[in-house]
């Protein structure tokens, strides 16, 4: 199962809105609606943002949001904050019964 | 307060054994299926296996399939990864997660994460 892809590093100012894109196959973003997102501070355990593409659990800012189209999920932060900078996963359930993680994405706060 | 502590990692040789240990505590254990993911040193998430709830069913991706076993003792609390046939891409952080229950149903996704135990495999 090769992992999801997602660009190495975006970047935004403070207020401004950013979208990580996860590309995937057939197997697993395109053929189920069971996509999720993590986001990752430094020496931190994940945390999860975004789950079955686009809802978010209790206690998670509704400036993360998600949506998805064909193979591509995407994740969006509008209201970009300073805490906001960390690593982004995205992971989708495959067609093996488990689950395949993205590269990874590190977002700056410029 | 809901949580998960990893256990057991360590230097092992290329071609060891190591069975790490998860302890679940503020939630009840048996009703959540449960999953290890890893992290090599300064890389990405890496999913390595699932466990139901009752122990009945396993799964695991194909980079650890026939090396790596999972199981549960629901009566302690605790989920186990066995580990063997070690080799050095299987040095990593290994983490413990908790199936997200989101009040209507079950869903593909990981809600409680511990903080993990580094595994090091080298001579």
């Known amino acids: 199962q090769s992992a999801l892809t997602q660009p190495a590093s975006v970047s935004g100012s403070p207020g401004q809105s950013i979208t990580i894109s996860c590309t995937g196959t057939?197997?697993?973003?395109?053929?189920?609606?069971?996509v999720s997102w993590y986001q990752q501070h430094p020496g931190k355990a994940p945390k999860l943002m975004i789950y079955?593409?686009?809802k978010r659990p209790s206690g998670v800012s509704n400036r993360f949001s998600g949506s998805k189209s064909g193979n591509t999920a995407s994740l969006t932060m509008s209201g970009l904050q300073a805490e906001d900078e960390a690593d982004y996963y995205c992971?989708?359930?495959?067609?093996?019964?488990?689950?395949?993680f993205g590269t990874g994405t590190k977002v700056t706060v410029l | 307060e809901v949580q998960l502590v990893e256990s057991g990692g360590g230097l092992v040789q290329p071609g060891g054994s190591l069975r790490l240990s998860c302890a679940a505590s503020?939630?009840?254990?048996?009703?959540?299926?449960m999953h290890w993911v890893r992290q090599a040193p300064g890389k990405g998430l890496e999913y390595v296996s699932a466990?139901?709830?009752?122990?009945?069913?396993?799964y695991y991706a194909n980079s650890v399939k026939g090396r790596f076993t999972i199981s549960r003792d629901n009566s302690k609390n605790t989920l186990y990864l066995q580990m063997g046939s070690l080799r050095a891409e299987d040095t990593a952080v290994y983490h413990c997660?908790?199936?997200?229950?989101?009040?209507?149903?079950?869903?593909?996704?990981?809600?409680?994460w511990g903080q993990g135990t580094m595994v090091t495999v080298s001579s």
């Open positions: 997660a908790r199936d997200y229950y989101d009040g209507s149903g079950w869903r593909d996704a990981f809600d409680i």
């Open positions: 503020g939630f009840t254990f048996s009703s959540y299926a």
């Open positions: 466990i139901s709830s009752n122990g009945g069913s396993t």
């Open positions: 057939s197997s697993d973003v395109g053929g189920y609606n069971y």
């Open positions: 079955d593409v686009s």
């Open positions: 992971s989708s359930y495959t067609s093996s019964n488990t689950y395949v």
